[in-house]
């Protein structure tokens, strides 16, 4: 399919930027030539690298839900281990905005399914979370425990909230809440339905409680 060659260059494309920007972060004396105009001219680029890379991922997620295509690996996952590091890989999207960001899971518990999956779900919803919490005293928490004979995890933040109108739309393709913030964000709108088409594929629910203006 042509969306594959897209993907390639794309990625290409992208950890090219990188590997660029690295060395001009790491051995600035060695491009002083740059200006501050020019920085950033080239972090507008390597943003606009990144979204491309997200939609063309998103795209192709979406496509695999579809034609049942996407791979699982199934294995023994500890609560309180994928967690911890599902917490530590997404830090770094708390920075820019100062987050509150915490990992309330004390309790182990053992369960099967597939770990990077899980992993691409909460990040996705985390960062969700991250673009509709507030500039100022935004606070975001993960947490996972056991429920009789399933494991509830959940992803809570302070955000702007969703009107119940509007709820069971989320899961939808294309879908997109209409607020300012969605609009300064952007985005392809796939992300919440490869998350249901991901969590059903692992025998689970996926759902949203949410009030407007609290989160």
Known sequence: LPIKKFYTYG?????LLIRYI????????RLAWINEQQKESLNQIYYNAERLETIIDDLLDSQRIELHTMKFKFSEIHSVQIMDEIYHQNEIYM????ISFVNTTSNDAV????????????????KNSVDFVPDVGGKIEIHATKDNDSILFYVKDNGVGIVKAEQKQLF???????TSVTRKHGGTGLGLSI??????????KIWIESTSKIG
């Open 111 to 126: 369960f099967k399914s597939d770990p990077s999956r899980l992993n691409q779900v909460f990040t996705n919803l985390i």
């Open 172 to 178: 939808h393709k294309f879908y997109q809440t209409d």
């Open 11 to 15: 990625r290409l494309f992208v950890l």
């Open 22 to 29: 690295m060395v001009e972060k790491n051995f600035s004396n």
């Open 195 to 204: 998350c249901k088409g991901i969590i059903d594929n692992l025998g689970g």
């Open 95 to 98: 920075q820019d905005k100062n």
